[in-house]
Each structure stands twice: as structure tokens, then as C-alpha cells.
């Protein structure tokens, strides 16, 4: 029996299901720019963690107002005046968060405006597909504030920019924007109009793939990057060998040897 998402319990993120499985998860601190404080990061973990089992099969994940996320609330961060080690629990949260969007299963597309920038790019790069407006900008100001990055940027951001482009955004502040930051692979789509809207157009083609097959590729491929090559490959035959003899593929494998399946064409 699948889970059930409360989405009475959550009240920095906003919740709604649509059809077929599809859920948008709106950051709701829009005074804020949508700054991630620790409250934040406990939802984000909530809803990351039962997504999987209650039948979640795609999410959009956008930020209300004119900003996609500022990043870390600097000014709870000032009031608090963590120590430490308080701090760095706060930092494992912020992965706990990150790392079951990233390995969960579920398709996340990121639905980009206004500001992406310190943690908001953290967050972003975690999810599986990126779409941004004209609007939306990328930076790591950490080296500017007197900090460093703590929620996964010297991995994700590294893993899309490079080592070189990652250093030199948080020794800088160097903003990207536009189709640099999709050349880059800050973004994989950029759109005239509304980021919103393009990412719900992926998310529901995603979510009309059987789930098994969305697990493994926003799962498996994650951890696949984290091996050697050697054990990654082994690792990916396994998973072929469960997912590509699945019985709910059957219909799929049988329309395409019967030749009524869609083919892949060219997009003239």
C-alpha cells in the first residue's frame, strides 16, 4: 500500500499533485527569495523521502515569486551563530535533502528564475533536469560572504562546470546567465517564456515512463558516476538485467517489434 503525503504539514514548501502522478514542490518564502533555512531542508527531506513509496512518478520543483532560491537564509544563519559543529550538522541535513532528490528515483525538473545562486544552485544541481527563463541567473557568492559552499557544490556544481569554472565562481562571484549558462550545463533548456511551464511539459512525459525504469535511470546512474569503471559496469548490467525484462514493459516491447510504437525521429 502506497504512502500518503500529508501536505498539511508542510509550510515553506507548497504542495499540489496533478494528474498521473505528477507533484510540483514550490519553495514558499517568496519575501525571502526563497532562502533555504533549516526548516526548509527538513521539508525538503520529508517530502524526498516518501516521494519513492507514495506513488510520486515526476516532480517539478519551483520557486514562488521572481526568484528560483538565494540560498542559504543568511540571516538565520547570523542569529544563530552556530558553532562549529552545529553547523556542520546543519550542512549534513542540507545533503540528507539533496542526495535523496538526486538518488530517490523520481524524476525532478527544476523550473529556474531570478536568482540561482549559492545554495539555490546547490539545490538546483540536484535535481535531474534543469529548464531556466531569460530571467534566471547562476552564481556562487560564498568567497564574497566570508564562507564556503556546504551543500554539495564542490561535487554537482563541479561535476556540470568543471573544477577550473567552479573555483573561479566562488574566488569571483562570476554570474552566468543566458545560453553560456546552458552551454555550460548550469541549465539543459532555456525558453522565451515560462521555465514553469516547460518543466511541466518534461515532467509529464516523464512520468508516462514506468517507474521502474525512471528509478533506475534517476538512481542508478548517480551512483554509477561513483564507481570505478569496472564496478560501474557491472552494476549496470545488473540493472538491465531487472529493468529491461520487467513485465509492465512487455506492451511497450510488443507495440515497437509490432511496429505501432513511435519512432525517434529527426526534428526537422
Not at 26 to 34: D, E, I
Not at 80 to 96: G, I, Q, Y
Not at 220 to 233: C, L, P, R
Request: charged share 20%; hydrophobic share 45%.
Amino acid at each position: 500500500m502506497a504512502l500518503k503525503i500529508d501536505t498539511d504539514r508542510f509550510t515553506n514548501l507548497a504542495l499540489e499533485e496533478h494528474d498521473g502522478g505528477l507533484w510540483v514542490v514550490t519553495l514558499n518564502r517568496p519575501a525571502k527569495r526563497n532562502a533555504l533555512d533549516i526548516d526548509t531542508i527538513e521539508e525538503l527531506v520529508d517530502f524526498f523521502s516518501v516521494a519513492p513509496r507514495a506513488g510520486v512518478r515526476a516532480v517539478v520543483l519551483a520557486g514562488a515569486g521572481d526568484h528560483f532560491c538565494a540560498g542559504l537564509d543568511l540571516v538565520e544563519h547570523h542569529d544563530e551563530d552556530r558553532s562549529p559543529a552545529d553547523f556542520m550538522h546543519v550542512c549534513l541535513r542540507w545533503h540528507e535533502a539533496f542526495n535523496k532528490m538526486e538518488y530517490g528515483g523520481v524524476p525532478v525538473i527544476a523550473a529556474l528564475q531570478g536568482a540561482v545562486v549559492g545554495g539555490g544552485l546547490e539545490l538546483a544541481s540536484s535535481a535531474h533536469v534543469r529548464v531556466m527563463d531569460q530571467s534566471a541567473y547562476f552564481a556562487l557568492p560564498e568567497g564574497q560572504r566570508g564562507l564556503f559552499t556546504g551543500g554539495g557544490a564542490t561535487i554537482r556544481v563541479t561535476d556540470l562546470v568543471g573544477k577550473a569554472r567552479m573555483i573561479d565562481m566562488m574566488l569571483t562571484g562570476r554570474v552566468y546567465q543566458g545560453q553560456e549558462a546552458v552551454d555550460l550545463g548550469l541549465a539543459q533548456y532555456i525558453v522565451e517564456g515560462s521555465s514553469f511551464d516547460a518543466a511541466m511539459d518534461l515532467a509529464r512525459k516523464a512520468a508516462e515512463n514506468l517507474p521502474l525504469s525512471n528509478f533506475a535511470i534517476c538512481s542508478a546512474v548517480s551512483h554509477m558516476q561513483n564507481m570505478s569503471a569496472m564496478d560501474a559496469a557491472y552494476a549496470e548490467a545488473v540493472v538491465a538485467g531487472v529493468v529491461n525484462t520487467q513485465p509492465a514493459a512487455r506492451e511497450r516491447l510488443a507495440a515497437f517489434a509490432d511496429k505501432t510504437a513511435a519512432r525517434v525521429r529527426r526534428n526537422d
